[in-house]
């Protein structure tokens, strides 16, 4: 069996100026690190959210144990109601899967922009209200920044790259969409569906935070969040996420729930497996191999769980 970490294109000239840097401030460079264009903007105090996160694979068959562990401990999300809720994205590249590239590489500056809408995909309408969010990642620390727009100038703002309407206090992360959009060239590269259950600490553990999610599927085009488009299973059927996330550090109880679990740590990505699923880019070492007959797959080409992990 072979595995194999596949090269992105090359990176600009040194010297150039990034279109992904804000302007009016110089790249800067990361010691150790050649890959230029990372300065990046400090979060706006707007629907900010730093944390740490730590991401597993589970069996299905594990969960209802896993949750009873959780529920003891942890408070239901109140978004959730009794069987969690949908959650639906659409990730932007560059042509040449920029964002995507620097994931697989593991760069400590990295970034990617999406649109999420969480609920039900068939009431999804141009009022509808979504989320434009870019998630990056600043050496160990995920940094998530987002601000609520009806879909209608969502898509205004990242697809046509117009100056949508905001309230003042949004307008330079507003302006910093538009300018990595513009700058970058962003379009809609792929989009994920799940069902999300979702559970959030309470006393000594107020701002801890993990998610279960069921049913990781995808598609490569009809990137509207709510067309009526067949969607694959990205991630295997038998297999859940479980994702934990901190403000500071996970605690004991939950670390020891993961042993005692035999839960796996992955690095994979809902949207680098999007794009490797679809063929837009070579399968690197962590992806997970879809057992979908559909795939066209043989068993003998899916890796075990130790084998993609960190």
């Given at each position: 069996?072979?595995?194999?970490?596949?090269?992105?294109?090359?990176?600009?000239?040194?010297?150039?100026?990034?279109p992904a840097?804000?302007?009016?401030?110089?790249?800067?460079a990361?010691?150790?690190?050649?890959?230029?264009?990372?300065?990046?903007?400090?979060?706006?105090?707007?629907?900010a959210?730093?944390?740490?996160?730590i991401?597993y694979?589970?069996?299905?068959?594990?969960?209802?144990?896993v949750?009873?562990?959780l529920?003891?401990?942890?408070d239901?999300?109140?978004?959730?109601?009794?069987r969690?809720?949908?959650?639906?994205?659409?990730y932007?590249?560059?042509?040449?899967?920029?964002?995507?590239?620097?994931?697989?590489?593991?760069?400590?500056?990295?970034?990617k922009?999406?649109i999420?809408?969480?609920?039900d995909?068939?009431?999804?309408?141009?009022?509808?209200?979504?989320?434009?969010?870019?998630?990056?990642?600043?050496?160990?620390?995920?940094?998530k920044?987002?601000?609520?727009?009806?879909?209608?100038?969502?898509?205004?703002?990242?697809d046509?790259?117009?100056?949508?309407?905001?309230?003042?206090?949004?307008?330079?992360?507003?302006?910093?969409?538009?300018?990595?959009?513009?700058?970058?060239?962003?379009?809609?590269?792929?989009m994920?569906?799940?069902?999300?259950?979702?559970?959030?600490?309470?006393?000594?553990?107020?701002?801890?935070?993990?998610?279960?999610?069921?049913?990781?599927?995808?598609?490569d085009?009809?990137f509207?969040?709510?067309?009526?488009?067949a969607?694959r299973l990205?991630?295997?059927g038998?297999?859940?996420?479980?994702?934990?996330?901190?403000?500071?550090?996970?605690?004991?109880?939950l670390?020891?729930?993961?042993?005692?679990?035999?839960?796996?740590?992955?690095?994979?990505?809902?949207?680098?497996?999007?794009?490797?699923?679809?063929?837009?880019?070579?399968?690197?070492?962590?992806?997970?191999?879809?057992?979908?007959?559909?795939?066209?797959?043989?068993?003998?080409?899916?890796?075990?769980?130790?084998?993609?992990?960190?």
């Open positions: 069996m072979r595995f194999s970490l596949h090269r992105r294109p090359s990176s600009p000239p040194a010297g150039s100026r990034d840097a804000p302007a009016g401030r110089p790249d800067a990361v010691p150790g690190d050649d890959h230029a264009g990372h300065a990046l903007r400090a979060p706006s105090t707007l629907h959210f730093n944390r740490y996160e991401k694979l589970l069996p299905s068959t594990d969960v209802p144990a949750r009873e562990e529920s003891g401990r942890m239901a999300d109140s978004h959730g109601g009794r969690g809720y949908g959650v639906w994205s659409v932007y590249d560059t042509p040449d899967l920029r964002f995507y590239w620097e994931k697989i590489e593991g760069l400590r500056f990295r970034r922009l999406r999420r809408h969480y609920g995909r068939s009431t999804i309408g141009d009022d509808t209200t979504v989320y434009v969010e870019i998630k990056q990642r600043v050496n160990r620390v995920t940094q920044r987002r601000v609520a727009l009806p879909y209608r100038s969502a898509r205004e703002l990242c046509r790259r117009v100056l949508v309407d905001h309230d003042p206090a949004q307008r330079a992360f507003v302006e910093e969409v538009l300018e990595l959009v513009s700058g970058l060239d962003l379009r809609p590269v792929a994920t569906g799940y069902q999300r259950e979702a559970f959030v600490g309470r006393d000594a553990d107020a701002g801890l935070r993990v998610t279960l999610d069921h049913r990781v599927r995808g598609r085009r009809d509207h969040l709510g067309a009526d488009a969607n990205i991630v295997p038998r297999l859940a996420v479980a994702e934990f996330k901190a403000n500071e550090r996970v605690p004991y109880w670390t020891d729930l993961a042993a005692r679990s035999n839960l796996s740590v992955v690095r994979m990505s809902k949207y680098c497996q999007s794009v490797e699923a679809f063929g837009r880019a070579p399968r690197s070492v962590f992806h997970v191999v879809d057992d979908d007959p559909a795939a066209g797959l043989t068993p003998s080409l899916t890796p075990s769980l130790t084998s993609i992990g960190e």
